[in-house]
């Protein structure tokens, strides 16, 4: 019982410095702290039922997989295992979307195009948050009951050191980009610039990138060495909710009139410091994580850990700085990635930088 409430305080301390900074990013009309509370919850209770429903489709193609592995047929059961993984997928979204469609459009707060990326990855962060919980603890009691391993520090170990920031990290991050790429289309919907089939294609779009990003896995267990995909589609992912979540700052009908209330000078002078700011932190970051990548990549191999350690350890060093200049290196007005390492403008927007 321990462990569990364990688990519980070590998914929410992340998942609420998620929500402050997600609520952060609504720069120009905030919206209400209680909208943003309930939809985390209303996103916690649509795990349960979620999971419910993917129980109901593994049992569905689950053993249709186990049999066309046992009769060698490798690409039937790759494929079946792709249908289960996108249904699953599928489910999550249109649960999430669902939750957040309902509490949301009467609302008179929705009002901006960002808005419904904020709800999105409100209440995002809420079903992850009850994922996270779930996979900690069973990390944990699936070792702890293993006797053929060396049970407790191994099952603390491997719950609270690496499943826990694994989760906290990798799947929210992903969660929240996937479910506002959802919110920008719910947004473009709720405002009226978008038609109902379009809200379709972008649930589908998000539904897509969770399959991209979770069948790798599936397959790895297979004994399949693609992994490594589904880091690329998570850094996919966080670039496409980023590009979204500009164009929807961009289009934020309060950014005019805050600009106008700021004068040009101001305006100027805040663009210029957002740049310098983004600036200063791109490089040392970079080359900060690589560094500290190598060392840990060098002393695990010093150290006599199995060979894939120093290995993955680097490789996810190297992930990071590029997910984290991916993320920083954006236009500070309309959030498009920049080009070069220091561009004069903006190619989308033409800002000028000097
Ligand atoms: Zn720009």
């Known amino acids: 019982m321990a462990i569990v409430a364990l688990a519980f305080v070590v998914a929410f301390i992340p998942a609420f410095a998620w929500l402050v900074f997600v609520y952060r990013l609504d ?3 905030p919206e209400p702290k209680s909208l943003i509370a309930r939809l ?3 996103g916690l209770a649509a795990g349960p039922w979620a999971s419910g429903m993917n129980i109901l489709i593994a049992h569905v193609f689950s053993p249709g997989v186990e049999t066309a592995q046992r009769d060698g047929n490798f690409l039937l059961a790759a494929f079946l295992l792709l249908a289960l993984v996108a249904f699953s997928a599928l489910n999550e979204e249109v649960m999430k979307y669902t939750v957040v469609s309902s509490r949301v459009r009467g609302d008179p707060a929705f009002n901006e195009p960002v808005d419904g990326m904020i709800y999105m990855s409100a209440a995002a962060i809420g079903f992850s948050f009850g994922e996270n919980v779930v996979y900690i603890a069973n990390a944990y009691f699936g070792l702890v009951g293993d006797a053929t391993r060396p049970g407790v520090t191994l099952a603390v170990i491997n719950a ?3 499943t826990a920031p694994l989760r906290a990290f990798g799947s929210t991050i992903g969660h929240i980009s996937w479910s506002g790429i959802t919110g920008w289309f719910l947004s473009r919907h709720h405002l009226g610039k978008g038609s109902g089939r379009m809200l379709v294609g972008g649930i589908l779009l998000a539904a897509s990138l969770h399959t991209a990003f979770n069948f790798p896995l599936f397959l790895q267990e297979l004994g399949l060495a693609v992994g490594w995909i589904t880091w690329l589609v998570w850094i996919a992912s966080i670039e496409r909710y980023l590009t979204l979540l500009g164009r929807a700052l961009l289009a934020s009908p309060f950014r ?3 600009l106008r209330e700021m004068g040009e000078r101001a305006v100027r002078r805040d663009v210029l410091r957002r740049y310098r700011a983004l600036k200063a932190r791109e490089l040392p970051v970079m080359l900060g994580l690589v560094a500290v990548g ?3 990549a060098i002393a695990a191999a010093l150290i006599g850990m199995p060979q894939e ?4 350890t680097a490789f996810l060093f190297v992930l990071a700085a590029i997910a984290f200049s991916r993320f920083n290196w954006r236009c500070p007005v309309c959030g ?3 080009n070069g390492t220091n561009p004069a403008s903006c190619t989308h927007c033409h800002v000028s930088f000097r």
């Open 27 to 29: 720069r120009f009309e």
């Open 40 to 42: 985390f919850l209303w």
């Open 160 to 162: 609270f050191l690496v």
């Open 256 to 258: 005019a009139k805050k």
């Open 294 to 296: 190598v060392v840990a």
């Open 309 to 312: 350690v120093p290995y993955t």
């Open 336 to 338: 498009a990635h920049l």
